[in-house]
């Protein structure tokens, strides 16, 4: 079971970045899938997840609007667009998958992203 963050890096205020997790050695579209981040010295939060089909996302207060979580099950691959970034943006950038029922759930490795002039 893999799950692997790409697509971080160093972005400007007001930049974008869009973040990619592709998944592998499950069954992807029988997990909900969330992007999580911990920046230095504060707890990991939940930023947003998707639905199995994609139809059906959710966002935290602090990105809502800015953010945009979506899916492709036929790549095996969740996105994360971030638009509009801050400062306080700056994390590492996770990805988690649960499956629907069973709740196992998996981490991947982490994508650094750093939001600075």
């Known amino acids: 079971v893999q799950l692997v963050e790409s697509g971080g890096g160093l972005a400007q205020p007001g930049g974008s970045l869009r973040l990619s997790c592709a998944a592998s050695?499950?069954?992807?579209?029988?997990?909900?899938m969330k992007w999580y981040r911990q920046a230095p010295g504060k707890e990991r939060e939940l930023v947003a997840s998707?639905?199995?089909?994609?139809?059906?996302?959710n966002y935290a207060d602090s990105m809502k609007g800015r953010v945009t979580i979506s899916r492709d099950n036929a790549k095996n691959t969740v996105y994360l667009q971030m638009n509009s970034l801050k400062p306080e943006d700056t994390a590492v950038y996770y990805c988690?998958?649960?499956?629907?029922?069973?709740?196992?759930?998996?981490w991947g490795q982490g994508t650094q992203v750093t939001v600075s002039s």
């Open positions: 988690h998958a649960r499956h629907y029922i069973l709740g196992r759930t998996y």
């Open positions: 050695g499950f069954t992807f579209s029988s997990y909900v």
């Open positions: 998707v639905n199995l089909v994609g139809d059906s996302t």
